[in-house]
Nanobody, 124 residues
Framework: QVQLVESGGGVVQPGGSLRLSCVASGRTANYYAMGWFRQAPGQEREFVAAIKGIGDRTSYQDSVKGRFTISRDDAKNTVYLQMNSLKPEDTAVYYC?????????????????WGQGTQVTVSS
């Protein structure tokens, strides 16, 4: 089992920045792909970004390209999501997920483990 705990959410004004962190514990493996997803009220959970465990290749949803950056520190069992130039439409609960097959897909059902989420609110 892998446990994931997100942190770093909060309230920020449009144009501001936040950095989300996700710490993995339990049966962790550095080769797991890690992803960030988000879910706004009344909406389906959507892909934000992913990073592979081997090779560190990254992928992003089009709407966050150039604004968000996913990275990982395997020594700390932590994955990050740096979010810049935030917009009101980025408001959502952000979830961290782990994929034991290292696919790093944009589909939620490809991920085995999930955190409980952290709220991000972008508002003036």
């Amino acid at each position: 089992q892998v446990q994931l705990v997100e942190s770093g959410g909060g309230v920020v004004q449009p144009g501001g920045s936040l950095r989300l962190s996700c710490v993995a514990s339990g049966r962790t493996a550095n080769y797991y792909a890690m992803g960030w997803f988000r879910q706004a009220p009344g909406q389906e959970r959507e892909f934000v970004a992913a990073i592979k465990g081997i090779g560190d290749r990254t992928s992003y949803q089009d709407s966050v390209k150039g604004r968000f950056t996913i990275s990982r520190d395997d020594a700390k069992n932590t994955v990050y999501l740096q979010m810049n130039s935030l917009k009101p439409e980025d408001t959502a609960v952000y979830y961290c997920a782990a994929d034991s097959l290292d696919i790093a897909s944009n589909r939620p059902y490809d991920y085995d483990y999930w955190g409980q989420g952290t709220q991000v609110t972008v508002s003036s």
